[in-house]
């Protein structure tokens, strides 16, 4: 099994819905992150975790939120999708500055 | 904005020859970090250089950071037809373990 796994790996969805991403992991890692990366550009941070008790925004959190369910899990949740969420979304988790470990994404397509 | 920029955004080369990649940040820096991104795939950490370090090696790659210029490179050695793919280059600002991604080099390795 990987070590962090997204699913879905392919959505597609109309505007308007709502949609969850999620991400597991058995890195064991207290650290996990959310970006989304947009077509010939760098990953923009969505949100991003240190524990489960602890939830903070990135760069462009708007539209989205998440939930902490367990070390472990950490959810993505588009309230109500637009086409310009239309992306690839990327689950990492980090331990101290060793390098993050990510998922291996999930396309979203908001029609 | 991000924090990273490479350079260049594109680069092709024959087998065998060698590659270099150039990333320039803007603030101080506590780390730097360069991942390889194949085809939509999730990214892969390559190699991870503090502030206070100059170069780092692992196989056929190697890393400097200039923190007087703001700037770091990647060179890769003999590259091969595998390496083909994306580059990022990452900065962690601080403590917190957050990494803001460049928007990439995107390498084309010719047999």
């Known amino acids: 099994d990987a070590d962090v796994t997204q699913t879905p790996r392919n959505r597609i969805t109309k505007t308007g819905k709502r949609i969850m991403l999620e991400c597991s992991q058995t890195k064991g890692h207290d650290r996990m992150y959310w970006y989304r990366q947009d077509p010939g550009l760098g990953l923009r941070l969505i949100y991003y975790s240190f524990d489960v008790k602890d939830i903070n925004k990135g760069e462009i959190s708007d539209g989205y939120s998440v939930s902490r369910q367990a070390q472990a899990k950490f959810s993505l949740s588009l309230e109500s999708a637009i086409p310009n969420q239309t992306a690839l979304y990327f689950c990492?988790?980090?331990?101290?500055?060793?390098?993050?470990?990510f998922g291996s994404g999930t396309r979203l397509t908001v029609v | 904005s991000q924090q990273g920029e490479e350079d260049p955004q594109a680069l092709s080369i024959q087998e065998g020859e060698n590659a270099t990649m150039n990333c320039s940040y803007k603030?101080?820096?506590?780390?730097l970090q360069w991942y390889r991104q194949n085809s939509g795939r999730g990214l892969v950490h390559l190699i991870l250089?503090?502030?206070?370090?100059r170069e780092k090696h692992s196989g056929r790659l190697r890393v400097t950071l200039d923190t007087s210029k703001k700037s770091s490179s990647l060179l890769i050695t003999a590259s091969r037809a595998a390496d083909t793919a994306s580059y990022f280059c990452?900065?962690?600002?601080?403590?917190?373990?957050?990494?803001?991604f460049g928007s990439g080099t995107r390498l084309l390795v010719r047999p």
């Open positions: 990492a988790t980090s331990d101290t500055d060793s390098g993050y470990t």
């Open positions: 250089i503090r502030s206070n370090e």
């Open positions: 603030t101080s820096i506590n780390n």
């Open positions: 990452a900065t962690g600002m601080d403590s917190s373990y957050k990494l803001i």
